[in-house]
């Protein structure tokens, strides 16, 4: 028998909104989380806005004498994941630890760790580096800080495929229980705010100084945010035993990747990427009622996503709603395709699209219809959540209304 994969909880950090009902209240309002950066000093920077998660009181999900030991990635990471199975009304200590899976996606990392370290280097020399600081560093310690918090003792992995992360990690989990070797899947991503981060997609150039404007004319870039995001992933049946509340089906995902360049896409392996989701899913193409899209707001992503649209879709292209929620959040790296996952799931849930706000000036290239300014009441069936990363690592997860 195959086993069949739902979604019964969800759990957000967001700079709109810490827990499922704060975000998606934002989300659909179409409020914007994009704010002057206070994480670090950034009076000497060209941009100065990013899209942080402002009241993060972690002590309020973690006992404080466990946070001296982990980083803002865990912090945010085991935060969304409680907010998740609070969601799900799921203990986990009724299930087989062995049987709960821990797979977290990332781009960063702990990536504040490292600058941690550079700073007491650069100051006092090695000696004044903290051993303590050195062990937050991996990208491994969320996935490890997740379990240990939980005390599962399962499956557990970090996937850093940066920017399609949250979507492989949801994916892995997918497979995990269609295979039989677990039966749940704490799946999702978790970025922090980094000094290295922000400067990086500074010095690429790749950063609007004030707003996200995906699909506009007038783009001028990405914004940089952070979060986390978690889905409970579930067998079917188990699910339908203890009458959880089912907010969508896994119905597969695709993986593709450029081998072109670093940074800039590529029209063919995005085409690639959405054609072995619809196949793995056995969907057919006149199905896809919406698309959440990658939509950093750069004027070469949101073109060659635009074009890949368009060949998927046929004639259809612009009968499909097709938007962007990072107008709100920012780019929130290896959380953003588990923020959208979840962003879908609500859609589907409740029949309502999220906008893509800060939309002006439509743009030739990108004539889709991106649900701009203001939310879209809509049946929502099949979903299709696009991610792709730096390097040409392309993930498109499809979800689908349960029971269809």
């Known amino acids: 028998m195959v086993r069949r994969v739902v979604v019964t909880g969800i759990g957000i950090v967001s700079s709109i909104g810490i827990g499922k009902a704060e975000f998606w209240r934002n989300l659909i309002a179409g409020k914007c989380g994009i704010d002057k950066v206070t994480t670090f000093d ?177 783009r001028k870039g990405m914004m940089v945010g952070e979060g986390a995001g978690v889905l409970i992933l579930e067998e079917l049946e188990r699910a339908k035993k203890r009458k959880a509340n089912i907010y969508a089906e896994v119905l597969g995902y695709g993986l593709s990747c450029d081998a072109y360049h670093m940074t800039a896409p590529r029209v063919e392996t995005i085409v690639k990427v959405m054609e072995k989701a619809i196949k793995n899913s056995k969907i057919k193409r006149e199905a896809i009622d919406y698309i959440s899209a990658h939509g950093t707001g750069t004027p070469s992503n949101d073109k060659t996503e635009c074009q890949a649209i368009k060949l998927i879709l046929g004639e259809r292209y612009k009968e499909v709603p097709v938007n962007s929620i990072k107008s709100m959040l920012g780019h929130t790296m290896g959380a953003a395709s588990a923020i959208e996952a979840v962003s879908c799931c609500l859609a589907i849930k409740n029949s309502v699209i999220p906008p893509t706000i800060n939309y002006e000036t439509p743009d030739p290239e990108c004539d889709i219809d991106c649900v701009p300014k203001k939310l879209r009441e809509k049946q929502v069936n099949i979903v299709l959540n696009n991610s792709f990363a730096f390097g040409g690592n392309n993930a498109c997860l499809v979800l689908g209304k349960h029971g269809n």
Request: net charge neutral; charged share 25%; proline share 4%.
């Open 42 to 218: 950034v009076s000497n920077y060209e941009i100065q806005r990013g899209g942080e998660v402002k009241n993060f009181e972690a002590d309020k999900f973690i006992p404080k004498k466990k946070l001296k030991d982990i980083g803002r990635a865990s912090q945010l990471a085991i935060t969304a994941t409680k907010l998740a199975l609070d969601d799900g009304e799921i203990d986990v200590t009724s299930i087989p630890k062995s049987k709960i899976a821990v797979i977290f996606g990332t781009t960063m990392g702990e990536g504040g760790m490292i600058e941690e370290i550079d700073k007491h280097w650069t100051a006092l020399g090695e000696n004044d580096v903290w051993a303590i600081t050195v062990s937050k560093y991996p990208s491994s310690a969320i996935s490890n800080n997740v379990s240990r918090f939980f005390k599962l003792n399962g499956i557990n992995l970090v996937i850093p495929t940066a920017c399609s992360a949250g979507n492989y990690s949801i994916g892995y989990g997918y497979d995990l229980i269609r295979s039989g070797v677990v039966d749940s899947v704490l799946a999702g991503g978790a970025d922090p705010f980094s000094r290295i981060g922000f400067t990086g997609f500074g010095r690429l150039y790749a950063m609007s100084p004030d707003l996200c404007r995906p699909f506009d004319k007038n």
